[in-house]
Each structure stands twice: as C-alpha cells, then as structure tokens.
C-alpha cells in the first residue's frame, strides 16, 4: 500500500459517527505518524467535545439538517449547501487531500460534494440500516461504500455492493482481554471479584425506561448476590436506589471508558446502537438488548442478527420490568456456562479489526 499524505474525515452530530472516526483517525496515525489528519465537523456538534482532546485537527464548516427524502434536486436547488461545501472545498484545496472518507451525519455532505467537484476519491463507512440520509446522498457520488456488519448488504438495496469491513473501535475496546481485566476493573469501581456483575448503559437518549426497570429491581438482584454497575446516561434524572443492599448497586452518570465497565460486567443490559453491538461482539459479552423504541426500528436491526447469532437476549422497551429483569438476569447471569456459550457466539459474529479492513478498503480507493 503506498502512502497516504493528507486524508480529510467527515463525521459529527452523534457519537455513532464521531466514534469509528477517531478510531480510524488513530489507525491511520498508527500507520504512518507523518499523515495529515483533517477532520470536518460544524460548530456545535460533539464533534467540538471529542476530537480536539485526541490531537487532530478539526476544521468546524456550516452544514444544515437534510430533508428526509434523497435525489438530485436536493444538491442542485439549495444556495446553502454549496455554500457549505464551498467552506469543505477550502479545507480540502489548503490540505491537498489525497482522499475523503466520511461516516456521516449532517456535516459529511458538503465533503462528499466538495471531493466530487474535485474528482477525489469519496470512501464512505455506514453501520445503520436504512443508511443515514447524508450517506445515501454520498453514495450518489462514489461507489466506494463499507459497511459494518454483514447483515446490511442483505437488508438494503443501496448497500448492496457495500464491502463488509466492520466496524472501527478503539485500542482499549478492540484490544480489550475481559478476563485478565476482570479484577482491576472490579476494583476502580469498588465491586467484590467474587460476585457477578450486570452492567446497565442505556446512553443518553432514551434510557429511562431501562433506569426505572433496574432501580426497581435492586432488591431482588441484590438478594441473589448480584452486583450492578449502573451508568444513569447524562442527560436522565437520577433513579433511586435502596441504600440498605446487601451487595453494591455503582450508579455514574456517564463512562468514557467503557472498555472498564466491559470487563468489570458478566452480562450487559443496553439499547442497541451500532456501536454497542459492534463493541458488545468484539469482545464477546453476553448482552440484553432493549431498542430504542421511537425510531425506525434500527437499534432492533442492529442487535437482532447477534442474539440470532447466539450473542444474547432480546426485549422489547415496553415489555422491560423489574419483574422481567429478575425472571431472566438472575437465573442467567448465575449460569457461567451459559454465558461463556453466549460469550462465545457474540465474538464469533463481531470482528475487532474494522479500522485495519477500513484502512485497506481506502487504500484500494485511492489506488483506483
């Protein structure tokens, strides 16, 4: 493969775009230290939150939200969009990219237009079905499409020809041995080694119903020597807990480093965003998925083909109770063998080298 010298990198708004981008950005970096790294992002994404602490470049460019529906007069009629693309064009034309890779929302559109105008190479990385819209437009311009797991290609027709490459994670993720972790990760959050852990992250959107249905079966989980490291999302009221348990219920009410709440857990309980099931998989922990209920059903697309897979359960938001939770996570979670079989099939479906397959499925774009 021969050098990348300047690679632009569009992605913003959500974590589930921001994330794979870094990860790919440290790739990259690990690759060759000398490579130029640009990112685009808009002014008031999380972008502003998370790249800048990680050393690379961020170029902020105005990008507005897109209708719901994709064709050509959407780039043709808007004055705004090409005013946002020329802002792209000039980070492009000062960096002298040699390829422009995008993983969506909002802010990728004008670096998708701007690389056309260019005759640049346009890779694009999708993990959702149905693509996010911004991609979709994208695809209008490049045939260079990746994609994060397997089932896509299958459940949409514009994915069809997309490469499988997986799904970008971070070191501390794709790097992460869960057993050899186990103690020490217990031990930062003040957990027994002795006792299994349920580890509860319904992320910032949504989680409430996932907080209620935990807090109120404390009781009963503590009773059966359950511990439970509990992130409440940032964004929710705190939920109470009984202060008198027997075995300790952690609340936080966010995580940077999740690859310690991975490796403290025996079982997860979580929605199903692209990157918890890519990450959950990789490093094979068993998990309850519980989608996100006021959407397009992704979150269930995303998590159904790991449990089919054997990787874990399944149920729905309005079915999640705390009488639900203690009729199924006490007697699973204090079956070991159980979860190393369900361990097991959720590693067999993820992968943990998405940024490597995404590397090289770049380096075949340019070469073209």
Excluded at 67 to 85: D, F, G, I, Y
Excluded at 91 to 98: F, L, Q, T
């Amino acid at each position: 493969m021969g050098p990348l010298r300047s690679v632009v990198l569009c992605g913003g708004g959500t974590g589930g775009h921001i994330y794979p981008l870094l990860a790919f950005a440290d790739c990259l970096r690990r690759h060759d230290p000398n490579v130029r790294i640009t990112c685009l992002g808009t002014p008031k994404g999380l972008e502003n939150e998370l790249i800048p602490p990680h050393g690379y470049d961020l170029r902020t460019i105005p990008a507005y939200q897109l209708p719901r529906s994709v064709n050509m007069n959407l780039v043709k009629t808007p004055t705004r969009m090409w005013t946002a693309a020329r802002a792209a064009g000039k980070v492009i034309d000062e960096v002298r990219a040699d390829v422009v890779v995008g993983f969506g929302g909002y802010v990728s559109v004008p670096g998708y237009l701007a690389a056309w105008r260019r005759e640049l190479p346009i890779v694009i990385h999708e993990v959702n079905v149905p693509p996010g819209v911004a991609n979709r437009l994208g695809m209008k311009f490049t045939r260079h499409v990746a994609v994060g797991f397997p089932h896509q290609p299958v459940q949409a027709e514009v994915l069809r020809d997309a490469r499988v490459v997986g799904v970008p994670l971070r070191r501390g993720i794709a790097g992460l041995d869960r057993v050899a972790y186990r103690n020490a990760a217990r031990a930062r959050f003040g957990l027994r080694p002795d006792l299994p852990v349920l580890f509860v992250a319904g992320g910032s959107q949504g989680a409430r119903s996932i907080n209620l249905a935990v807090s109120g079966a404390a009781k009963e989980l503590a009773r059966y020597g359950v511990q439970v490291l509990h992130v409440i999302g940032a964004r929710n009221e705190p939920v109470p807990i009984p202060s008198d348990l027997p075995v300790p219920y952690v609340t936080l009410p966010y995580l940077s480093e999740m690859e310690l709440g991975y490796a403290a857990a025996d079982l997860m309980l979580g929605r199903g965003g692209a990157m918890t099931c890519a990450e959950v998989a990789a490093i094979g922990l068993p998990t309850i998925y519980v989608p996100y209920p006021h959407s397009n059903q992704e979150q269930k697309r995303n998590a159904l083909p790991v449990v089919e897979a054997g990787g874990g359960l399944l149920v729905d938001d309005g079915e999640l109770t705390p009488d639900w939770l203690e009729r199924t996570v006490i007697p699973l979670i204090r079956d070991p063998r159980r979860l190393a079989e369900m361990g097991a099939a959720a590693a067999n479906y993820g992968r943990r080298d998405g940024d490597e397959a995404l590397l090289r499925f770049v380096h075949e774009a340019v070469a073209r």
